[in-house]
Nanobody, 116 residues
């Protein structure tokens, strides 16, 4: 049974930083795409950033230059370093892993609140 555990959310002022973590447990494939998504109140869940097993990353336009996604293969953990946070970054952040074989896993979400 694969589980993803997201952590690191909290309350931060505009311009501040947070680092989110997503730790995987269980038997998880090493080949696939890791990603962070977020859902603000009243809005649909949206992609924030993804990183492939090959290390290629992509970012949504609103976070480019401010957020950095990374992985630690040894720890089977993914991170999202968020800098220069803005009130519009306020959301529940979810981690996700999609294997090339078609498996799809979600973490439980961690709340990020950016005060103005």
């Amino acid at each position: 049974q694969v589980q993803l555990q997201a952590s690191g959310g909290g309350l931060v002022q505009t311009g501040g930083s947070l680092r989110l973590s997503c730790a995987a447990s269980g038997s998880i494939s090493s080949n696939g795409v890791w990603g962070w998504y977020r859902q603000a109140p009243g809005k649909q869940r949206e992609l924030v950033a993804v990183i492939s097993s090959g290390g290629i990353s992509n970012y949504a336009d609103p976070v480019k230059g401010r957020f950095t996604i990374s992985r630690d293969n040894a720890k089977i953990t993914m991170y999202l370093q968020m800098n220069s946070l803005k009130p519009e970054d306020t959301a529940v952040y979810y981690c996700n892993f999609r294997s090339w074989a078609g498996s799809n896993y979600w973490g439980q979400g961690t709340l990020v609140t950016v005060s103005s």
